[in-house]
């Protein structure tokens, strides 16, 4: 008869039997590999039978046109043009919200059309014309859609509100006498979450009369 003990018992391999590494030694180069991070240079690909170093995600020179002025700055390429206009440019009047081109508060005219700013790169606005809400304003004159925002009482938490008045001046340059269809479908992808929209269409309408 077996003794229970010996039965249950089943003899246990010496860790480094089994996998060929202790648990010391496992930990010991652990250690090692967290404490030393791993440096590598640009890699080279072979172009015109040459070796060429392949450098990204680095920064790179980037020259914008925003407002009628040059701006330069070194971005990396995965830098949206949201990001480089608030943080990079210190143009701030464009807001960041959702920050996944579902509302609109970033909304800035390239080449005069309504663009989320927060999804597209900078890199992609090199060459062109960019305007923000920060150029309405001439001589320390209110645009009038801006002046009609005020009168209607058009903006509450104001975190909309420079994205809709950039959609709206869009629009009206547009459709200077915008139907409610008009109005549907081109501001349709600017969202105010404190319900102003009577105001805004107030605001719409004030701005048509005077041939905003």
Known sequence: MHDDESVLKTPEEPMEERSGVSRRDFLKISTIAAAVPVVSGPKM??????Q?????????????????????????????LLDALRDSLDITG????????????????????????????????QG???????ALMENGKLHPIQQAFVDNDASQCGFC???????????????????????LHELSGNICRCGTYAGIRG???QAARKGA
């Open 161 to 183: 509100t420079p994205g809709f008045v950039v959609a709206c001046k869009a629009m009206l340059d547009k459709h200077p006498d915008p139907t409610p269809d008009d109005l």
């Open 128 to 134: 062109k014309k960019i305007t923000t809400v920060e």
């Open 94 to 125: 464009t807001k960041r919200v959702c920050d996944k081109a579902e509302c609109g508060a970033c909304t800035v005219l390239l080449d005069d059309k309504p663009v989320y700013a927060c999804s597209m790169l900078a890199i992609e606005g």
């Open 52 to 80: 060429v170093p392949v450098h990204g995600p680095g920064k790179v020179p980037m020259s914008f046109n925003v407002n009628g002025k040059t701006y330069k700055a070194s971005l990396e390429p995965r830098v949206t």
């Open 45 to 50: 690909v072979l172009a015109a039978g040459e």
């Open 203 to 205: 605001a719409i309408a």
